[in-house]
């Protein structure tokens, strides 16, 4: 059975319980998408393909939002000096591509 495919029901609304709140809301859509993907793939006797996809797609987006929420809050940011780390500068800090140098 995939989650997904019942009406009503969104990868927001599973991370979402009553008495969750929105700070916690991408901590639990990662460990709810985890361990059901973990399920699935202990499962050897699963054919169902499309919902082990599903289940690894869901935790890609889970990850992708917490670390969303994370960045947000300003983690990521800084290297242990505090002082700002070279990706959190931007784009003006990356090595030209290499079809950028042929010019």
Not at 15 to 20: E, F, R
């Amino acid at each position: 059975m995939n989650l997904l495919d019942t009406p009503g029901v969104t990868p927001n609304s599973l991370a979402t319980s009553p008495g969750t709140t929105t700070d916690e809301a991408p901590y639990r859509r990662l460990a709810r998408a985890k361990l059901r993907l973990d399920r699935l793939e202990r499962d050897a006797t699963t054919k169902d393909l499309s919902a082990l996809t599903a289940a690894r797609v869901e935790f890609a987006l889970a990850a992708r939002d917490l670390a969303d929420t994370l960045v947000a809050l300003g983690l990521g940011s800084e290297n242990a000096d505090g002082s700002m780390s070279d990706a959190a500068k931007g784009l003006a800090t990356l090595p030209p591509a290499p079809w950028e140098t042929r010019r």
